[in-house]
């Protein structure tokens, strides 16, 4: 099956670390923090929001049971928050230098 790739972006809007909010699904409303980003699936995969059992088996280095894992979710679910007012906000870029920097469309504030 060909792997059709619909999200050409260099530059993601979400950063491991960052406290993000659920916008929608079962899981909408609920905040994390990003523990992984995969871009090559436009996802990432935030503590304590989408969690899934998994059964394992036994093995040397593992005794096996069910286990709780974060599974990943699409990046258009997620909103950052802002870290002035706690709430969800849009990012924008621009050039602080010769780098560039995310900042908060709500508050106008540098997110590190």
């Known amino acids: 099956m060909k792997r059709v790739d619909s999200h050409k ?9 960052d406290k ?9 409303g609920k905040e994390g923090e990003v ?3 995969l871009p090559k699936k ?3 995969i935030v503590k304590g929001v989408n969690v899934a059992k998994k059964h394992t088996k036994p ?9 709780e894992i974060e599974l990943p979710i699409h990046l258009s679910n ?6 002035k ?5 849009r990012i924008g870029r621009k050039m602080e230098g010769d780098k560039s920097v995310r900042y908060s469309k709500k508050s ?3 997110i590190k």
């Open 20 to 28: 993000v909010m659920v916008i929608s699904g079962s899981y909408k």
């Open 78 to 83: 997620l909103m950052l928050i802002d870290p």
């Open 9 to 17: 972006t260099t530059k993601l809007h979400i950063k491991k670390g």
């Open 85 to 89: 007012s706690g709430a969800a906000t």
């Open 42 to 44: 436009y996802a990432a």
């Open 59 to 67: 093995a040397a280095d593992n005794p096996g049971g069910i286990n």
């Open 108 to 110: 106008g504030e540098t």
């Open 35 to 37: 523990k992984e980003v």
